[in-house]
Structures are given as C-alpha cells and as structure tokens.
C-alpha cells in the first residue's frame, strides 16, 4: 500500500517507521528531519527493541509524492491550517485519510475539506517524542484505535487495522469513533493541561493527594460530558481511576503539550480544550475546571 | 502610645513610619533592614509624598523592646508559628494586639495564645512594596478597617482607629471584622492566586475576555462562602463587578503573593486559601476554582 506520512513528528514517523519494516511503501514528507534521514535513514529507539531504516523515502512537498492509497496525519493540530495545502496533492480517486491527531473536530475539518467518505479517525495512546533529526524514540504503549468518521465501509477500516497488527501495533477498528475520541480525551485533558502548565511530568501531579484529586476531578468533568454526547456505551466514572493507575505505571512522563511548551511552539488548545468545551456546554454540561484550565493555558501562553 | 511593630515588611515599615511621624512612640522589630534603619533612618516613598524619618528605633529582639501599648503585627502568614516567640515579650497587662495580616485565622491563633480580649484584626488596603535596606515604597491605597475580635470594648477600637486617621490613614471601625476580612478575600483569592500562579501583574488579567471571566466568577465563589458565614450584611455579587474596575486603575500591580513567588520566599496559601475553603466547606459551599487554583499554587511552589 502507498502511505502518505504528513506531519512527520514523533507519532508520524514512528507509525511509518512500522509500517514500512512491514513491507508498505511508505513516503514521509520531512520538514526538520529532511537532510537526516535522506543521507542516514530513520533510527527507532523503542521499549519494543530498537531497529534502523537505512533506506527511506523522504520528500519536501506533497506534490512529488503524489496521490497515495493512504496518507496519515501526525499534524499538530494548530497546523490544521495547512490541511489543504499537504494534503490536497496527496488525494487520488480512492485515497483514504487517516488522522491519528489529538482532540476534536479534525475528521470534520478533513470532511469538509476532501469528502466525508475518505476520513477515518484513529486514536492513538502512543508515548514518543522526538530525538535529534533522524531518530524518535517510543517510550511505551503505541495502540489504535480506528474509526470510520462516516460508518460506511467497515471492511476497508478492518483491513487497515489489521495493517497496523501486521507492523506490530495494537490496532482494532470501532464503530464508535466518538467514544474512542472522548475516552482519550479523558487522559488529554488533565495530563497535558495541568504538566504544560505547571511544567511538571505526570509522576509530580499523580504524588500528591490534592493534585490527583484535581486530575480525578476534571476527569469526571470530561466523562460526564462524552457522556451527553449520544456514545453507544456511556464511559463509566470509574474509567477515571483505571487511568490514574494507567499514567502512575508512566514515572516522569511529559506529555506532549509540556514539550510544547518547553520548546515555545503553540499548544493544541482549540481541539484539546476548547472544541470539547464547546460540545459539553452545547449539551449543557458545566466543566469548571476544565474550563479553568484551558483559560490558564491560553493566558501563560501569552 | 508605645507601639511595638512585628513584622516589618512593607505594611509594617509604611504604617509603622505614618504612626510615629504623628508623634506616637513606634519601635521596630528588624531583621533585613536593621543595620539600614538604625543607622540611617527610614525612607517613605509614597505616592502621597515622600519623606524620612532620620531617627527610627529599631531592635533585633522582642525583649529589648519590652510591654507595648499596641502590637501591630505585619508578619507573613507563613511565619505565624513564630508568634508566642516574637509577641510574648511585648504584652503587659494592657496590651492589646492588632494583626494587619492576610487572609483567615490570624485573629484565632493570637486569641488562643494570649487572649481573645487584646486581638483587634485589621483588614489592610494597601500597594505597598519593599525598597532597598531603609526603604519603602508606597504605590497607593492603604485604608484600614478596624474590628475586634471579640466585640467588647468598642470605643478602644474607635480611638485606635482615631489614631490612624490622624497619622494620615483613612481608617474606620467595624462591628463586623468576619465581613471586612471575607470582602478582601474576594481581592486576594483570584489576584494573589492567578498572579502567583502565571507570574503575570492585575492588568495581564484583565486584559483578556476569559480570564477576566475567570477572576469573576472566582469572586463569585468567594462570595457564595463568605455570605454562608453569617454576616451582618450579605456582600452583594455586584462587588466583584467594582472590585475588578477598582484594580482596572491599577495599572500593571504585582500582588504581594506574586512577589513572594518571584523573590522565592513561601506563599500564604493557608491563610488566604486553604483556611477560607474550610470555612466554605463547613457550611456546603462550593468553591471548585478557589480550590483548583490552591492546589495548582501548592503544586507549583513544589
């Protein structure tokens, strides 16, 4: 299959680097990492045993890509700007899109922009961050979940799971894509909130019984709004401790909004915070806290 | 009257100067600015009209200073386990004691040391910030209202009161301290906290729709607590409207809260927010944010 990665970061280029050790045909559009991984390849540094990709398809525009079957998204959503230009040059006949990007409102942006029927959305829970050019590390976890953003064709959103199981990630299809993004949304939220604010990794905010409450709390904030949305299953109040137990196996840590932070780039505050804060208060649903948190975040981002 | 000055930050250095420019007999209790003061004498800079007092007692030790007539106590909140050592030494029989602190609870713990009849609380409007060793800066405001701790001896409050007036201090007694002290908490809970929190001055906050509708309904809430005490007169949601246009004219001001944080010293989280939020939940308030915004201020200073 002729992958697409667009928005080569941590996730993009540790998903392509899978993908293509399985066998795809895989071509990265580089930015930073360009001249690196043209002359040296792409290094993987990961929990799951480290490899190296000696030979990789590296571009600078979309355009000398050209239409692929598939073409993943790893943009940082305050990029989402930029949909039509990397990716327009990208979409043939039947080429499907798939966005593994934080927060809400993506699939929609991408539906309204290259048709509703090509979008698939997949909620990644993958610790990565970037190394120097050439290389990313993965730190832990990595599974998918995929869901078509108009249940349409099952099959197709099927057999790119299990592309994914065949490169060695966790990967299952759902019919309930909107679940899937507010139950990530459930970790997104406090982690990334309060340790890009407080500049503290998950271990400091999880040690204190006052600050984990504080995550606890939002959590059920989060919960209860997913829940006024019309899932197919409500999320139980208890999925909140399940992920405090998840996040205390972590230790130090940073999600990626703290790195963000720390490296001066902007913040995924619009699909983080600020979309799911609008579909909450469109269903009524008070979210003080998060509500606190994001105001907070825009304000120290100056 | 003999007036024995602890803690003598910025309050306690610019009251201390006004009282005994109007003749009355003030004796400083020093550490930093000892060797400063008592050498060179005290300088007021004051938005209205400097001035110097060439000739100012200062001490190292409550016991060179003796029974007062009046303790006015400017310590920081956090120092308030030092109050049987600094204070024991300075009561005779007469003594009464006033605290100008901070936030709740600073009444109580003098009253439990050496009496309920000596403590009068005193709630302080005031800029002020320490300059160089001898020196303070007043930036404006600085009235005073006077209560007694345990309504007893009115008109001794009203001639202390009498005294301030005359050494330039707009000041007025009340019958109802609980009032003044939860009126200024509505100040110092969102200005104190937020500025701490995002090392940003009043005006920052002000200047943004959605944490200046955050700084609101913190208010609210304090309010809300405040009104659930058992007041003489319930303070009006309205005040929070004239308390963020009274801190619109005060340009970029840096709460004491935010200084401390700034020059590394502890923060008064105890008396301003911890101690109000027991109150609050003693009688079934709600207070998410002021809660929130405590345990983000604990988290943050480590």
């Known amino acids: 299959m002729k992958i697409a990665i667009v928005g080569a970061g941590a996730l993009g280029l540790y998903y392509g680097a899978l993908l293509q050790r ?9 930015r930073r990492d360009f001249e ?9 540094f990961s929990t799951d045993g480290d490899f190296v990709l000696p030979h990789v398809k590296g571009y600078r ?7 692929a079957d598939l073409v993943l998204v790893g943009l940082k959503t305050f990029a989402n700007d930029r949909y039509e230009e990397l990716i327009r040059p990208l979409v043939g006949a039947e080429t499907r899109i798939l966005t593994l990007q934080n927060g809400l409102g993506n699939e929609e ?12 959305g997949g909620v990644a829970f993958l610790c990565s961050n970037r190394g120097e050019p050439g290389e990313v590390h993965h730190l832990g976890a990595g599974r998918i979940t995929l869901g078509e953003f108009l249940p349409r064709d099952r099959e197709w959103t099927e057999a790119l799971a299990a592309l994914f199981v065949r ?22 939220i406090p982690f990334n909130g309060l340790c890009a604010l407080l500049q503290q ?14 995550v606890r709390e939002i959590m059920h904030e989060v919960i209860a709004a997913a829940n006024a949305q019309g899932l197919t299953v409500p999320i139980a109040p208890a999925y909140a401790d399940s992920m405090l137990e998840f996040t205390d196996r972590m230790g ?35 979210m003080p806290r998060v509500e606190m948190l994001a105001t907070l975040l825009e304000q120290s981002a100056g």
């Open 201 to 214: 990794p998950v271990n400091l905010l999880l040690a204190r019984d006052a600050s984990r409450t504080l």
């Open 22 to 30: 399985a066998g795809e045909d895989v071509h990265f559009l580089l």
């Open 167 to 188: 490169a060695g990630v966790e990967c299952r299809a759902t019919g309930d894509l909107k679940r899937a993004r507010w139950e990530k949304l459930v970790w997104n």
């Open 109 to 120: 942006a991408l539906a309204a922009l290259f048709g509703p029927e090509r979008v698939i």
């Open 36 to 44: 690196a991984i043209v002359r040296n390849g792409l290094k993987v």
């Open 252 to 286: 130090e840590y940073k999600p990626s909004m703290q790195i963000d932070r720390e490296e001066g780039r902007p913040l995924e505050i619009w699909a983080i915070f600020r979309t799911p804060l609008a579909y909450g208060s469109q269903r009524g649903i008070a």
């Open 61 to 67: 525009t979309p355009d000398e890509i050209g239409a």
